[in-house]
């Protein structure tokens, strides 16, 4: 079946314990995103990466860090997670990344206290 | 920069009753269109896209959209819905960015509809 895996589903947290957020798909896609969903503001992206080894900033880059050393795998990095970064994250992916859909995760929803 | 605008937070509405969601978009250029589905406690889901052709797009639920160039539009309707249509929506746009140099996918804020027994 074709999907989008992230885990974990629920993380608590405390401020400054490093984290990461993995991202996996089985589509060979090559376009892979983050994004994080809050009340009344939508979903912002995060970082994005237009294949293997090329990443680049979203809108809200600040706290977070990314790689993708394969295909396959996006994981999302929190070094030193604060409360504002308490939040639902996704992770999508695309074949290309302009007009193709997205096909998300489940979500992730992290409580950082 | 590139923004679209859900003008309706929350949208409540009887169930079999007709139901228009609003989008609209900044981008003068070319553009790729979309609007997403979010049930309860899940990801966001693809209900329909405009890519060319005809402006008048459909799901296979029952949704359509019609892709406005004049007006910078694509609103989403039904005209008659279910209690199973209750979750979020989301219009989201891809324009090329030619200050970024590649395109780039701008999400509205969601609109949530609730469906009345």
């Known amino acids: 079946e074709a999907q989008v895996t992230q885990n974990p589903r629920y993380l608590i947290t405390v401020t400054g314990k490093k984290l990461t957020v993995t991202c996996s798909q089985n589509?060979?896609?090559?376009?892979m995103s983050w994004y994080r969903q809050d009340p009344g503001l939508g979903l912002r992206q995060i970082y994005y990466?237009?294949?293997?080894?090329?990443?680049d900033k979203g809108d809200v880059p600040e706290g977070y860090k990314v790689s993708r050393k394969e295909k396959r795998n996006f994981p999302l990095i929190l070094e030193s997670p604060s409360p504002n970064q308490t939040s639902l994250y996704f992770c999508?992916?695309?074949?290309?990344?302009?007009?193709?859909?997205?096909?998300f995760g489940n979500g992730t929803r992290l409580t950082v206290t | 920069a590139q923004s679209v605008t859900q003008l309706d937070s929350q949208v409540p509405v009887f169930e079999e009753a007709p139901v228009e969601l609003r989008c609209n978009y900044s981008?003068?250029?070319?553009?790729?269109l979309f609007w997403y589905v979010q049930y309860p406690n899940q990801g966001l889901q693809l209900l329909l896209k405009?890519?060319?052709?005809?402006?008048l797009v459909e799901s296979i639920n029952g949704f359509e959209a019609e892709f406005n160039k004049s007006q910078t539009s694509f609103h989403l309707r039904k005209p008659s819905v279910h209690i199973s249509d209750t979750a979020e929506y989301f219009c989201?746009?891809?324009?090329?960015?030619?200050?970024?140099?590649?395109?780039?996918?701008?999400f509205g804020k969601g609109t949530k509809l609730s469906v009345i027994p």
């Open positions: 999508a992916s695309s074949l290309y990344s302009y007009n193709s859909p997205l096909h």
């Open positions: 589509m060979n896609h090559e376009y």
């Open positions: 990466s237009m294949n293997v080894e090329v990443t």
């Open positions: 981008s003068s250029v070319s553009v790729y």
């Open positions: 405009y890519l060319s052709g005809s402006t």
């Open positions: 989201a746009v891809s324009a090329f960015n030619s200050g970024a140099g590649s395109y780039q996918l701008t």
